[in-house]
């Protein structure tokens, strides 16, 4: 059974922000993808990294992410114009691999491939 609801992958069918959240040591990091970077397999997440240099400092340190998104063309609660989630997982970069190769010939940019294992998906709108 998959982590993931109905209205989720309903948001990843159009196009919006995708924020992630790390923190190591020091002050929390933030770093930015889109929506349509997401591939999902199972309960994970997996995303190109061309940078998130910071990102993968963190995780050395500390492997927990934090992971919102959303879209205004998807009908969130009550009616709501828009939608969008919170998800809670640990995060690992990938360097090599099946799922390394397969994201590096969708994604020819990516240096290392971030790869979230998702503990929990929360709706928030």
């Known amino acids: ?27 929390a990091n933030i770093v930015n993808t889109w929506n349509s970077y997401l591939v999902i397999k199972d309960d994970r997440i997996l995303l190109p990294a061309a940078g998130m240099n910071s990102t993968e400092a963190d995780v050395k340190v500390n492997n927990k992410v934090k992971v919102t998104l959303g879209s205004k063309e998807v009908e969130g609660f009550n009616n709501y114009q828009g939608t969008g989630f919170l998800i ?37 709108l």
Do not use: C
């Open 88 to 124: 809670k997982g640990t995060a690992n970069f990938i360097e090599s691999g099946k799922d390394f190769d397969m994201m590096k010939e969708k994604y020819p940019f990516l240096r290392k491939v971030l790869e979230i294992k998702v503990e929990s998906e929360k709706q928030l």
């Open 1 to 27: 059974m998959s982590v993931f609801n109905e209205k989720f992958f309903e948001v990843l069918k159009h196009e919006g922000v995708v924020s992630i959240v790390s923190w190591g040591n020091g002050e």
